[in-house]
């Protein structure tokens, strides 16, 4: 089994028009920008992207939006330091959001993952964001009820992979790394090496293949934050 | 009536303040922003373990300009470095420590307090880009939920009242309050008064507070160090 392909390009080269994407990431740490940049370069529209946020200054996810690929997004923080590329678009009515606290977003997206239709959580009931959501109460307390998310496609950064597609993180890049492994039908993983299988210990690995359909490496990583010093610009 | 501008406490200082109730062993989420500032007046002799939603247990202080590493933010997305024991874990896992009582103190920021415990930190709820992050999260679940603000708004509202006005992060949530005037505990649907400045008189504290606050036993003076 190898699961690895030659290039982020052929990676991504099926993501059609339509499609929904997962992207890992939580600001820059995680954000797997080769594979981001790839999709910009492909250039699919209309796509519902899930993230933590929505982008900072004009590469990576900002640079897809700026791109008008990006017709809804499911985050939990559309703000950053250099917002500009979605606020101007959400505020002109060119872009939907849907707005989910942090948590619950994890959670949906580790129920998707899980075969887990909906759940029940504590967090934002009697708030605004809880509007229109079946409410229960259990033992005393209130509660709302989430539905999974999953996507079409997750683009993904690892550390380590095997050929298997068993994957390490590196530091709190992990975030939503393995969550969206699992919640996407196609999972795209970026990493820095692919090794042979039996080179990653087993008591090590943290995302097990099963969850990971193709592999790209990438040797050396652009960082978004640092990218965002030198103020890049992609395309 | 005293000006209170001349007598209240820094946020430094409020920050010390909430820092002396964080006891040894303790595991403590701090809010973006100002409750950050609370992890540099740890109490001397007391072993902390500071939690951060993206994926961290016991980060620690910013690194030397130069050195960021920037697959290892805080929440705030400012770089920090690891202490001795530190542990990474995806996002599912750092929420189930929030939502699953795991934590012993979350210390957040507030727009309002209300009496019941409501707390309203997330949205003006007026124009612009709605965000949410952990809030609605981290009201849940820590033993201890506290709160650290200045006691009125930049106008001088009071910013403990009996209804919050803005958007709600939770409902029932707020254990105690630390402001620049007072301590304040929430108990049974009321503000109880613990601690307030010996040099704001009770009624003059009252008057710039939306609610009443109650006496459950004798008021200490809120003493602070210089900052």
Redesign the interface.
Same mark, same amino acid.
Not at chain 1, 99 to 107: D, I, R, S, Y
Not at chain 1, 170 to 179: I, M, Q, S, Y
């Given at each position: 089994m190898d699961k690895t392909v030659a290039s982020p390009a052929e990676a991504v080269a099926d993501i059609p028009d339509g499609a929904s994407v997962m992207i890992g990431g &939580? %600001? @820059? !740490? @995680?954000a797997p920008i080769e594979l981001i940049h790839a999709l910009i370069d492909a250039g699919p529209k209309d796509l519902t992207v899930i993230n933590?946020n929505a982008g900072n200054g004009h590469v990576g996810l900002a640079g897809m939006i700026e791109a008008g690929m990006v017709a809804k997004l499911i985050c !939990? &923080?559309?703000? !950053?330091k250099d917002?500009r590329a /979605? #606020?101007t678009r959400? *505020?002109a009515g060119e872009i939907e959001?849907e707005?989910?606290?942090?948590? +619950?977003?994890?959670?949906r997206?580790?129920a998707g993952g899980a075969g887990i239709p909906a759940f029940y +959580?504590?967090? !934002? /009931? @009697? +708030?605004? *964001?809880a509007a229109g959501k079946p409410t229960a109460e259990f033992d005393g307390r209130?509660y709302v009820q989430e539905r999974w998310l999953k996507a079409d496609y997750a683009l993904v950064k690892a550390e380590t992979a095997d050929r298997h597609g068993n994957l390490t993180?590196? #530091?709190?890049?992990?975030? &939503? %790394?393995? *969550?969206m492994c699992s919640a996407a039908t196609v999972s795209i993983v970026q990493a820095t090496r692919i090794v042979a299988p039996g080179e990653i210990d087993p008591e090590q690995v943290?995302t097990p293949g099963i969850f990971v359909k193709r592999l790209v490496r990438v040797e050396a990583p652009q960082?978004?934050?640092?990218l965002n010093r030198a103020e890049a610009v992609y395309p | 009536m005293t000006d209170i501008s001349d007598i209240k406490l820094s946020n430094a200082q409020i920050a010390w303040r909430a820092a002396q109730d964080i006891e040894d062993g303790a595991y403590v989420n701090l809010g973006i922003g100002f409750p950050e500032m609370v992890a540099r007046y740890q109490v001397d002799g007391r072993q902390a373990i500071y939690h951060t939603e993206n994926g961290i247990l016991d980060f620690g202080p910013a690194p030397a300009p130069g050195q960021e590493d920037w697959d290892l933010i805080n929440a705030g997305k400012k770089a920090v470095t690891l202490n001795p024991g530190a542990a990474f874990f995806h996002h599912a896992d750092s929420f189930a420590m929030v939502r699953g009582g795991h934590l012993d103190v979350a210390i957040l920021g507030a727009f309002e307090v209300a009496e019941n415990g409501d707390l309203a930190n997330w949205s003006v709820g007026k124009g612009g880009v709605p965000a949410v992050g952990g809030a609605m999260d981290l009201v849940h679940g820590a033993k201890r939920v506290a709160v650290i603000t200045d006691h009125v708004t930049k106008t001088g509202a009071p910013k403990l009242v009996e209804r919050c006005s803005l958007p709600l992060t939770g409902v029932a949530c707020v254990t105690r309050v630390y402001t620049s005037l007072a301590v304040v505990d929430i108990e049974a649907g009321r503000f109880v008064l613990r601690e307030k400045l010996a040099a704001i008189s009770l009624g003059d504290l009252q008057a710039v507070t939306g609610a009443t606050l109650n006496l459950g036993g004798p008021v200490a003076d809120l003493i602070v160090p210089e900052l």
């Open positions: &939580f %600001g @820059g !740490s @995680g933590n !939990s &923080f559309p703000k !950053s917002p /979605f #606020a959400y *505020l959001l707005l989910v606290p942090q948590g +619950t977003l994890a959670e997206i580790r +959580t504590p967090t !934002s /009931f @009697g +708030t605004d *964001l209130g993180y590196r #530091a709190a890049g992990r975030n &939503f %790394g393995p *969550l943290v960082q978004e934050e640092e | -």
